[in-house]
């Protein structure tokens, strides 16, 4: 059973630009959400996929957005990217929402 | 909202001592869950224990153990004998709302100096 995976792991981009982030979940794993940690905070709620569609969002705005696949991959794009993007961006599977979350490694983007 | 809030942002502790960790919630829900995860310098979040808020019964795994108490809305973590391994940042969370995503604390940095 492989776990959740993240490319990229390390990004730099300048402001304004945008950004993809991909996840693989975990295998037998329906659920995926991202989260953005910013330096010495805690990791927060940006959005999560079931079953490829959309079910629920937090406080980020719309040049967050995101997709998963049929088989259960995601993929995170930022647009217009600005420098309070720079974060670790997170990405956990589940195997059905409510369940304990398994995170990857997290992608480190910095916006300069 | 839910809240969850870790009072201690950073503890330092020699080996071998015992160290406990302090998250305490906020929940208008009746049931709900609480997690502890651990974030070692790598970046990735290691779950270590989900908790059923039906089941008020302390639990240990090794020389992990959690002490959760409804009545104050605390969900303490304790390492028995540290390791310089256990440094980490240390989080406690718990969903939004029913099957929602996680709710995270500021984390614990917990340094175990050998």
């Known amino acids: 059973e492989t776990g959740v995976t993240q490319s990229p792991t390390h990004l730099i981009k300048t402001r304004g630009q945008q950004v993809t982030l991909r996840c693989s979940s975990q295998?037998?794993?329906?659920?995926v959400s991202w989260y953005q940690q910013a330096l010495g905070q805690g990791p927060q709620f940006i959005f999560q996929?079931?079953?490829?569609?959309?079910?629920g969002r937090g406080n980020f705005p719309p040049r967050f957005s995101g997709l998963q696949f049929p088989n259960y991959s995601s993929e995170l794009n930022v647009n217009a990217l600005e420098l309070d993007d720079s974060a670790l961006y997170l990405c956990?599977?589940?195997?059905?929402?409510?369940?304990?979350?398994?995170f990857g490694q997290g992608t480190r983007l910095t916006v300069v | 909202a839910q809240k969850v809030t870790q009072a201690q942002t950073e503890i330092s502790v020699v080996e071998k001592e015992d160290v406990t960790l302090d998250c305490v919630y906020e929940t208008r829900d009746t049931t709900y869950y609480l997690f502890w995860y651990k974030q070692p310098p790598s970046g990735e979040l290691v779950f270590l224990i989900r908790?059923?808020?039906?089941?008020?019964q302390n639990e240990i795994s090794g020389r992990y153990s959690w002490n959760f108490q409804k009545s104050t809305s605390s969900f303490n973590f304790t390492i028995t004998a540290s390791q310089v391994v256990d440094s980490a940042v240390y989080f406690c969370?718990?969903?939004?709302?029913?099957?929602?995503?996680?709710?995270f604390g500021k984390g614990t940095r917990l340094s175990v100096i050998a």
């Open positions: 908790r059923n808020s039906f089941d008020e």
């Open positions: 969370a718990l969903p939004n709302s029913g099957n929602t995503p996680l709710v």
């Open positions: 956990a599977s589940s195997q059905q929402r409510g369940t304990e979350a398994f």
């Open positions: 295998s037998g794993h329906n659920t």
């Open positions: 996929y079931y079953r490829e569609e959309e079910n």
